[in-house]
């Protein structure tokens, strides 16, 4: 296994287009997070999947923005008419089902976007 | 209110020097995990150490240390003897047992000088 793996790793479109990411975790992990990182700030929460169930979704995730997890495994990212604000680094995580609160995330590269 | 304040935006530490960095946390619940994340210019996130809320003792890997202080609610990060690739951003992040989310804080940026 080799981790967490994100495609693409950079995406560069026009403002009003459709992009879509997506994030291979690790196979054992049954969660999965999606986090978007902006120049000097830390990861912001968009979704969590557990499983095939999307469990919770962020007030950024606007209407826009869809996530799905089929089956449970991969999961994409769609970003409908995209806008400059939208740029950012789309960080895709998994992590097992753990007791309480342990157990880190596991990150993978991310997919940078830029939208010109 | 933040759930996890980083009030270094920058920290500079002389190679083979120790360094600590600073967080602190704002929970209700009895329960949670204190997480440092490293991230160098390459963009991965990476795991460095983990402190559960009823850990007696603080959490330490190799040369990262967690200064735990439950009462402060803050969980520093010390590392000791400083590398030229330990320059990065650190995250320093919460997970509740009632949440599902990783509350990450604004990161601090870490330059080693040789």
């Known amino acids: 296994d080799t981790g967490v793996s994100q495609d693409p790793r950079h995406k560069i479109t026009k403002r009003g287009q459709n992009v879509t990411f997506r994030c291979d975790p690790i196979?054992?992990?049954?969660?999965l997070y999606w986090y978007r990182q902006t120049l000097g700030q830390g990861p912001e929460f968009l979704t969590y999947?557990?499983?095939?169930?999307?469990?919770?979704k962020s007030r950024l995730l606007s209407d826009r923005f869809s996530a799905e997890r089929p089956k449970g495994s991969f999961s994409t990212l769609e970003i409908q008419r995209t806008e400059q604000g939208d740029s950012a680094m789309y960080l895709c995580?998994?992590?097992?089902?753990?007791?309480?609160?342990?157990?880190?995330?596991?990150f993978g590269e991310g997919s940078r976007l830029t939208v010109l | 209110a933040q759930k996890i304040t980083q009030t270094q935006p920058g920290m500079f530490v002389q190679e083979k020097e120790a360094v600590t960095l600073d967080c602190t946390y704002d929970?209700?619940?009895?329960?949670?995990?204190l997480f440092w994340y490293k991230q160098p210019s390459s963009g991965e996130m990476i795991f460095l150490i983990y402190?559960?809320?009823?850990?007696?003792q603080n959490a330490t890997e190799g040369r990262y240390s967690l200064n735990f202080q439950k009462a402060r609610k803050s969980a520093n990060l010390v590392i000791s003897a400083s590398q030229l690739g330990d320059s990065a951003m650190y995250f320093c992040?919460?997970?509740?047992?009632?949440?599902?989310?990783?509350?990450f804080g604004t990161g601090t940026s870490l330059t080693v000088i040789p």
């Open positions: 995580a998994s992590s097992p089902t753990v007791q309480a609160n342990t157990g880190e995330l596991f």
């Open positions: 196979s054992e992990h049954n969660r």
């Open positions: 999947f557990q499983n095939e169930a999307q469990l919770e």
């Open positions: 929970t209700s619940d009895p329960s949670y995990g």
């Open positions: 402190q559960g809320s009823y850990d007696q």
């Open positions: 992040a919460m997970r509740e047992v009632t949440g599902n989310q990783f509350y």
